[in-house]
T-cell receptor
Framework: KAGVTQTPRYLIKTRGQQVTLSCSPI?????VSWYQQTPGQGLQFLFE???????NKGNFPGRFSGRQFSNSRSEMNVSTLELGDSALYLC??????????????FGPGTRLTVT | AQSVAQPEDQVNVAEGNPLTVKCTYS??????LFWYVQYPNRGLQFLLK??????LVKGSYGFEAEFNKSQTSFHLKKPSALVSDSALYFC????????????????FGQGTELSVKP
């Protein structure tokens, strides 16, 4: 079974630009979560999508948005980039059920550098 | 509010010695607890989890963790450390209610840098 894939792996953008990151979950998983990882703030939850609906959103400005497609693939977008947006963006997929087999599977991440 | 604490930013261990990485949590309800490991410039790799059942959980690469409900702890352990275990370790928690009501949000600790010296 293929794991979670994220593209691109690395990105360099300049302030003011926008960026779109992509995440393909494990086949059969319908929940996709996004996290931002920085040295100072650690791992912070951005948002989660299930069946093309955003179910939860972390404490991030409106410049951060996302969506999920009918095949469960997800994208996140950051507009008007700031230097502080430089981070590793991680995507995780999980099955719908919160039973004993619940787990979040993480992708390799996209390293975004804003200059 | 739900939270996870990893009280040590760094743990230093000699190769062959036992290691412990500490984690305590605070949630309402029964916790789902996870340990992940992260190597430089990589994503999070699952090590083990506790959802229900035996308090001692065995995971990948010889790691294990013990769920202690009274102390709200889930410490990660390994009997004999390897240099290749050097990495950043994260403890995370969620609950069944959080999963269904707030989506797939894992609450992470700040991470513990494990350094194993030969």
């Amino acid at each position: 079974k293929a794991g979670v894939t994220q593209t691109p792996r690395y990105l360099i953008k300049t302030r003011g630009q926008q960026v779109t990151l992509s995440c393909s979950p494990i086949s059969g998983h319908r929940s996709v979560s996004w996290y931002q990882q920085t040295p100072g703030q650690g791992l912070q939850f951005l948002f989660e999508y299930f069946s093309e609906t955003q179910r939860n959103k972390g404490n991030f400005p409106g410049r951060f948005s996302g969506r999920q497609f009918s095949n469960s693939r997800s994208e996140m977008n950051v507009s008007t980039l700031e230097l502080g947006d430089s981070a590793l963006y991680l995507c995780a997929s999980s099955p719908r059920s919160a039973g004993d087999n619940y787990e979040q599977y993480f992708g390799p991440g996209t390293r975004l550098t804003v200059t | 509010a739900q939270s996870v604490a990893q009280p040590e930013d760094q743990v230093n261990v000699a190769e062959g010695n036992p290691l412990t990485v500490k984690c305590t949590y605070s949630v309402s309800g029964n916790p789902y607890l996870f340990w992940y490991v992260q190597y430089p410039n990589r994503g999070l790799q699952f090590l083990l989890k506790y959802i229900t059942g035996d308090n001692l959980v065995k995971g990948s690469y010889g790691f294990e963790a013990e769920f202690n409900k009274s102390q709200t702890s889930f410490h990660l352990k390994k009997p004999s450390a390897l240099v290749s275990d050097s990495a950043l370790y994260f403890c995370a928690v969620t609950t069944r209610v959080l999963i269904y009501n707030q989506g797939g949000k894992l609450i992470f600790g700040q991470g513990t840098e494990l350094s194993v010296k030969p």
